[in-house]
Nanobody, 124 residues
Framework: QVQLVESGGGLVQAGGSLRLSCVAS????????MGWYRQAPWKQRELVVG???????NYADSVKGRFTITRDNAIHTGYLQMNSLKPEDTAVYYC??????????????????WGQGTQVTVSS
């Protein structure tokens, strides 16, 4: 089964740091486009940062200079390094990606795969 699993969330004081991980599992060949999203209580889910197949990165203005997206293609894992955290960063964070995987002997792509989310809470 092809899926994304996030980890690394937790409780941190304002000004602290966390690193989230997003692992693609299953018979993965590659992670294509990837994004990190977040959803705070009573708010819509929003894009935090996205990275395209060719490595172009787009950060939300609210996290520029504080968050960094990276990926390790060898282990099919994406990361979100979050520094200088603020209480307003409190949310459930989700990764989302298009995954190319092996189905029998064929390569197929599953689009718009979501992880289960990981809670990030920043105390003031």
């Amino acid at each position: 089964q092809v899926q994304l699993v996030e980890s690394g969330g937790g409780l941190v004081q304002a000004g602290g740091s966390l690193r989230l991980s997003c692992v693609a599992s299953g018979r993965i060949s590659s992670i294509n486009r990837m994004g990190w999203y977040r959803q705070a209580p009573w708010k819509q889910r929003e894009l935090v940062v996205g990275i395209t197949n060719n490595g172009r990165i787009n950060y939300a203005d609210s996290v520029k200079g504080r968050f960094t997206i990276t990926r390790d293609n060898a282990i099919h894992t994406g990361y979100l390094q979050m520094n200088s955290l603020k209480p307003e960063d409190t949310a459930v964070y989700y990764c989302n990606a298009d995954l190319t995987y092996y189905r029998s002997l064929r390569l197929e792509t599953m689009y718009d795969v979501w992880g289960q989310g990981t809670q990030v809470t920043v105390s003031s």
